[in-house]
């Protein structure tokens, strides 16, 4: 049987991974500033990560969430302590789409209402929600049509007032930071709007940071840059470090009812243990901190490369566009100066490396690059 082939791969096996590298089954050591998607934030094979997986392995394996697990409160304890929202409540799940999608759920339930609001160039799944950020308009997906989706231009206060006025929309989603669209940056003040005319118009405000949270803006949640609060703010990536867990913080204002929502695997024992694990690591080695400090010093760095058309980013989340396609630089990255990276559309090369990333490992990057642009 073949795999089903929708994404190229490169012909690198990668066997061994610690902290910021990684090395493939010939020996060959790579800077990894992409973290599989961003979904590393406390660094490859972290011994607490590894021994915390290993000893629930021991105990117990993976069980679901269908009996009593103080894991999930271990988890909510620590969460609710580092990202500013201990009031909130957390359902776990497994993916950010399914974060997403129970995310809308519940804002429909909430004011019994149908319409989303989202914006141009955003991405919010595969599922539920129209794949806005492709050049590709063979790959949209469909609209769900029990949960009609309008897309607004970004940082439009106006236009969303329009829509929001007409009294049928349940939800507007947005993410801190844009991934797929092309690390785009809500303003903050348009975010500020956003707030006051959700809460006018009884709208729930969903706050997608699934990519942008977990601490690589620099802030637990890239929107409290704008110092506002969501109804919903769902996240995943970093969460597990790897492994497979997404959830959602819920505004005290819902109120739990049994059967609203549900997941098979959503919280179980051994993605438990992986999510305390990333928090313990994330406190003790200030890594939301980190991110700030060596994301500022890379940002202002690479602003100095004269063929970098604009930097974009906040903490670790970084974008650098380019007027040629990048798919070149990127393959000269990876292939001669072995440093993986990400990349959106044609023409922006996306870091998303571990929250571990110190200043000298950022500057080992810096003069990969410097060395394949200046040659």
């Known amino acids: 049987m073949k795999l089903f082939d929708v994404y190229p791969l490169f012909d690198i096996n990668i066997v061994k991974g610690e902290g910021c590298y990684v090395w493939d ?96 160039k955003a991405f919010h799944g595969r599922t539920s929600l129209a794949v806005a950020a492709t050049d590709n308009p063979k790959i949209v997906a469909p609209v769900n049509a029990t949960n009609p989706v309008t897309f607004l231009p970004l940082n439009d206060a106006a236009a969303v007032k329009a829509e929001l006025e007409k009294g049928d929309v349940c939800a507007v989603i947005i993410e801190g930071i844009l991934g797929v669209g092309g690390i785009q940056i809500p303003d903050p003040d348009f975010l500020k709007d956003l707030r006051e005319i959700c809460t006018a118009t009884g709208t729930v405000l969903i706050l997608d940071e699934i990519q942008s949270g977990y601490g690589r803006s620099g802030k637990f949640f890239a929107h409290q840059y704008a110092g506002i609060k969501a109804d919903i703010i769902t996240m995943a990536k970093g969460i597990g470090n790897g492994f497979p867990l ?19 695997y959503g919280g179980n024992h051994l993605a438990c243990a992986a999510a305390v694990a990333v928090l313990d690591v994330m406190k003790e080695e200030d890594l939301v901190e980190n991110a700030a400090k060596v994301g500022n010093y890379l940002m202002a760095e690479l602003k100095e490369f004269p063929k970098i058309k604009e930097v974009r980013g906040k903490g670790l989340m970084i974008g650098m566009e380019f007027d040629e396609p990048v798919k070149e630089i990127r393959r000269r990255l990876l292939f001669e100066e072995k440093v993986f990276t990400g990349v959106t559309g044609m023409h922006v090369i996306r870091l998303l490396p571990p929250l571990t990333l110190t200043i000298g490992q950022a500057d080992v990057f810096l003069a990969a690059l410097k060395k394949v642009l200046e040659s």
């Open 25 to 120: 089954d010939q020996g060959t050591e790579y800077l990894d500033l992409y973290g599989g998607h961003a979904v590393i934030s406390i660094g490859h094979s972290h011994p607490h990560y590894v021994e915390m997986i290993t000893d629930q392995v021991n105990k117990l394996g993976f069980y679901s969430n269908s009996v009593v697990n103080t894991l999930q409160q271990d988890v909510a304890d620590r969460l609710g302590l580092l990202c500013g929202y201990d009031e909130y409540a957390l359902f776990l799940v497994n993916s950010g789409a399914e974060a997403n999608e129970n995310a809308l759920k519940l804002a429909s339930f909430h004011n019994g209402r149908k319409r989303i609001v989202a914006f141009s």
């Open 246 to 264: 997404s959830g959602m913080l819920i505004s005290p204002e819902f109120k739990a009812v049994h059967g609203m929502l549900g997941t098979t």
